[in-house]
């Protein structure tokens, strides 16, 4: 007849080393999180602006070609051709859409990160909890 040995119980320093990873996933999800909260600030910052120049543009669309067009630089008004604010509004666009695609591209990863973090903190606990709960009597 064969014994079953039961397995030792876990020492302290196993399940402090356990808490000491908890702790660093933790901050390491909150440092996502945090992050995440200031890209999402961008990207609304963004799509505002992206909203505001493609109304100007609509509106140069129902410009006749002749138009006189000011641009405020500073406190200074200056005469602008049809065609050169067109440019700009749309050199700004193509802009805010490039800076749009990296922080959309930025937020998944940090989004994935995020959630890796997130799956860590739960084995981390349920570890904890499976090394400090009372053995079960069979």
Do not use: C, W
């Not at 200031?38 to 070609?65: C, G, H, I, P």
């Not at 138009?67 to 049809?82: C, D, E, R, W």
């Amino acid at each position: 007849m064969s014994t079953i040995k039961a397995p030792a119980p876990p020492t302290q320093a196993e399940i402090q080393q356990l808490q000491d990873q908890l702790i660093k996933a933790r901050d390491a999800f909150q440092a996502h999180e945090t992050e995440l909260q200031k890209l999402s600030s961008s990207r609304s910052k963004l799509l505002t602006q992206l909203n505001e120049n493609e109304m100007v543009k609509k509106e140069f669309d129902l410009l006749e070609n002749d138009a006189k067009i000011y641009k405020l630089n500073g406190p200074v008004l200056f005469k602008q051709t049809k065609e050169e604010a067109e440019n700009t509004i749309t050199s700004r666009l193509d802009i805010i859409n490039n800076n749009l695609k990296t922080i959309e591209t930025n937020f998944k990863d940090v989004e994935k990160k995020s959630m890796e973090q997130r799956n860590k903190i739960f084995e981390y606990q349920n570890k904890i909890r499976s090394l400090t709960a009372p053995p079960q009597a069979q």
